[in-house]
């Protein structure tokens, strides 16, 4: 069966429905047939030197990721390992289990490839999840712990719930991703600011034994964006992603359009390029960047690649392409490199700020 009979099929469901029968069938589907993603992992993972980088003290043999809020509960890490990514980014987790916002939540906006989603940081909290990765790690790939605060902590207690999430998980990942950018947790995107980040890393940098990653939002000015991952760098992060979701509903044009939740997928796309190239034109050999949103193909990687990031994640591509969307786009990097005449990625990231110098 191949995947767009699958899809109409899946998307005959319910989005978040479809989405815990996918969860579900992946999760066992290694104990049901024995050496299923064995075989699934010489069919999807590219292979080429060319591809890999050593970035944050790991290593990694390509650079497209899946990015946080696929996989909030570590459960899907070695089948998305299968499917060819370089990296999983498993959570959000929060130190408490949470249900996240009132249902419906996600929604499906079919004609732009994109999705809205509201689900609130729904997690089964640190415990079940470090558990879980604690199982596997150390990984065949790198895995970045996506951390949040619980809905019920204020603002100003946020600080302890993300040092609770760093000494539970400083022993089971390769780096910690900061979420203070998701449109879905009330008054959580307040934390964008300088004065909370300056203490947030003074608190976490001590005790951290992994490298930490901020993520930004896209719904604000560039100038604003590029000062906030700066003040981050300064003050201790080894890596900026941009960007999360955007609440930013004029972007989209599907009647399906919700008033509340996150926009991601291709309605996104040029914002968040035209984000990165602010912050990469700033931070570009300053610190690891990493490209997010709306990159569906090769080509959109690539770009975002040569714009200065060393590697890059998806997500809505994912449930719009299938399975085979990491193989395809780095088999496609693979052929944008050569016709460019570079020997490897490291070349090619940030090429065309360095032509500019």
Avoid: W
């Avoid at 509960?73 to 499917?83: G, I, S």
């Avoid at 089964?124 to 150390?138: H, K, N, Q, T, W």
């Avoid at 022993?171 to 979420?179: K, M, Q, S, T």
């Amino acid at each position: 069966m191949n995947y767009d009979t699958l899809k109409s099929i899946f998307f005959k469901l319910e989005p978040e429905t479809a989405h815990k029968v996918a969860e579900k069938t992946l999760s066992i589907s290694d104990c049901v047939f024995p050496g299923l993603y064995s075989a699934v992992a010489k069919n999807c993972i590219v292979t080429d030197t060319a591809l890999s980088q050593n970035l944050l003290g790991a290593s990694f043999l390509n650079p497209v990721g899946i990015a946080g809020g696929f996989d909030k509960n570590a459960t899907m890490v070695r089948p998305l390992a299968a499917f060819g990514f370089g990296h999983v980014e498993f959570g959000t987790v929060t130190p408490k289990a949470q249900e996240g916002n009132a249902k419906p939540r996600l929604f499906r906006l079919i004609e732009e490839e994109s999705i809205q989603n509201a689900m609130g940081f729904n997690n089964e909290g640190e415990g079940a999840v470090s558990a879980r990765i604690g199982r596997l790690y150390p990984f065949a790939i790198p895995l970045f712990a996506n951390i949040g605060k619980n809905k019920i902590t204020p603002n100003e207690e946020a600080i302890k719930d993300y040092e609770n999430l760093v000494v539970k998980f400083n022993e089971i990942c390769d780096c910690f991703v900061i979420n203070v950018s998701s449109p879905n947790t009330p008054n959580l995107r307040e934390l964008q600011e300088e004065s909370f980040i300056k203490e947030l890393f003074a608190r976490l940098l001590p005790i951290a034994k992994k490298p930490i990653i901020f993520k930004i939002a896209p719904d604000m000015a560039e100038s604003k964006a590029v000062q906030i991952c700066k003040t981050a760098v300064e003050s201790g992060a080894k890596g900026v992603i941009v960007n999360n979701t955007s609440i930013d509903y004029s972007l989209s044009k599907s009647a399906n359009l919700q008033n509340f939740g996150g926009l991601s997928g291709k309605v996104i796309a040029r914002r968040s390029r035209e984000l990165f190239k602010a912050v990469a034109s700033e931070l570009y050999g300053k610190t690891v960047l990493i490209a997010s949103g709306g990159i569906d193909s090769a080509e959109e990687a690539y770009a975002r690649i040569k714009s200065g990031a060393n590697l890059v994640q998806i997500y809505t591509s994912f449930i719009f392409k299938g399975p085979s969307i990491a193989k395809r786009i780095n088999e496609g990097i693979l052929k944008l490199l050569k016709e460019d005449n570079f020997a490897s990625i490291g070349e090619a990231v940030g090429c065309e700020i360095k032509n500019k110098i």
